[in-house]
């Protein structure tokens, strides 16, 4: 192998990174531009969720084995759902941004299911929900409101996350 193609080799590895944040968001403006309003439901009214903040309480997983966990602190993870079809996350010292589509099926439950979400990538100090919550976001397939309190269900029962009404 030539020197140059061993430099082109190590200038292609060290832009695939690169290339692949890019693609993902390449990828997500393609997948909104093609959606229709995403807070929208089929009748063209907007869902209960738009318009809405919340705190994270806690996380109950079906499994004994992982249990319960909860935030060190109420404001440490949050979402709030645009009227726009947006969502915007607080994951501890991160922030995210991606889109939603929730489908009002009953009086305070639905589908929901959240886009592609961008996020920062600060080193916060470790916690079990900082890992958590970030990956499980593309698995919500449910909300249910009781109350000052939303209830996001993953799918295959994989847990459901409690949340508190925001003043």
């Known amino acids: ?3 140059s193609n061993r430099i082109n080799d190590r200038l292609l590895g060290a832009l695939a990174p690169v290339s692949r944040v890019a693609g993902m968001g390449l990828a997500g403006a393609l997948l909104s531009a093609c959606m229709s309003s995403p807070a929208d439901t089929a009748g063209g009214q907007k869902a209960v969720l738009a318009g809405s903040a919340w705190n994270l309480v806690s996380f ?14 109420v404001e440490q993870f949050q979402v709030a759902f645009g009227t726009d079809g947006k969502a915007a996350f ?30 920062t990538r600060a080193m916060c100090p470790q916690q079990a929900m ?3 919550l970030p990956g499980d976001i593309e698995f919500v397939r449910g909300y249910r409101i009781v109350g000052d309190r939303l209830f996001l269900s993953l799918m295959a029962d994989g847990g459901t996350y ?3 009404r925001r003043p």
């Not at 109950?60 to 602190?73: C, F, L, M, Y």
């Not at 305070?108 to 886009?115: A, I, N, P, T």
């Open 1 to 3: 192998m030539t020197s």
């Open 60 to 73: 109950t997983s079906s499994s004994d084995e992982v249990g319960v966990i909860k935030p060190q602190a």
């Open 90 to 119: 607080q994951f501890d010292c991160n922030r995210g941004t991606g889109s939603f589509e929730a489908v009002d099926t009953a009086e305070g439950s639905g589908s929901l299911r959240f886009g592609a979400v961008a996020t």
């Open 130 to 132: 900082s890992a958590r």
């Open 162 to 164: 409690e949340w508190a």
